[in-house]
C-alpha cells in the first residue's frame, strides 16, 4: 500500500484549504485511511477517519464540524476539507491506511503513511 498526501500550504486564519491522499495498492476493500497531523513539539494527532467498506467518517470533537473528509473511489483518493482554519490548526498532515473493518485512532494501529503535507495557517 502507497499513500500519497498534497494540498497543504499557507492560508490565513478563517480560510480553507483541501488536501488529497491518493492510494494504490490495496489488496482487500476492509480498510480504513485516516489523517493525522503533527505540529511541532506535539504528539501526532488523529484528525478523521473513513471506514473503506461502507464510507462511514468519524472526527475528534475538535474539528468536527471544521473537517470533513471525504472520497473518490474511482480516483482511489480521500481527501479532507479544511474550514475555518486557525494558527492552532497548523501542522504537518499526514494520511495513514490500515487493514482494519473499523477506525481506530492512535498511530501505531496504522500500517501505512504517506509523507505528509505542511499546513501553515497565519496571517
Known amino acids: 500500500v502507497q499513500l500519497q498526501a498534497s494540498g497543504g500550504g499557507l492560508v490565513e486564519p478563517g480560510g480553507s484549504l483541501r488536501l488529497s491522499c491518493a492510494t494504490t495498492?490495496?489488496?482487500?476493500?476492509?480498510?480504513?485511511i485516516a489523517w493525522f497531523r503533527q505540529a511541532p513539539g506535539r504528539e501526532r494527532e488523529w484528525v478523521s477517519c473513513?471506514?473503506?467498506?461502507?464510507?462511514?467518517?468519524t472526527y475528534p470533537d475538535n474539528v468536527k464540524g471544521r473537517f470533513t473528509m471525504s472520497r473518490d473511489n474511482a480516483k482511489h483518493t480521500v481527501y479532507l476539507q479544511l474550514n475555518s482554519l486557525e494558527p492552532e490548526d497548523t501542522a504537518i498532515y499526514y494520511c495513514?491506511?490500515?487493514?482494519?473493518?473499523?477506525?481506530?485512532?492512535?498511530?501505531?494501529?496504522?500500517?501505512?503513511w504517506g509523507q505528509g503535507t505542511l499546513v501553515t495557517v497565519s496571517s
Open positions: 495498492g490495496f489488496t482487500s476493500p476492509f480498510y480504513s
Open positions: 473513513i471506514r473503506n467498506r461502507d464510507g462511514r467518517r
Open positions: 495513514a491506511a490500515d487493514y482494519a473493518p473499523t477506525c481506530r485512532t492512535r498511530p501505531l494501529e496504522y500500517d501505512y
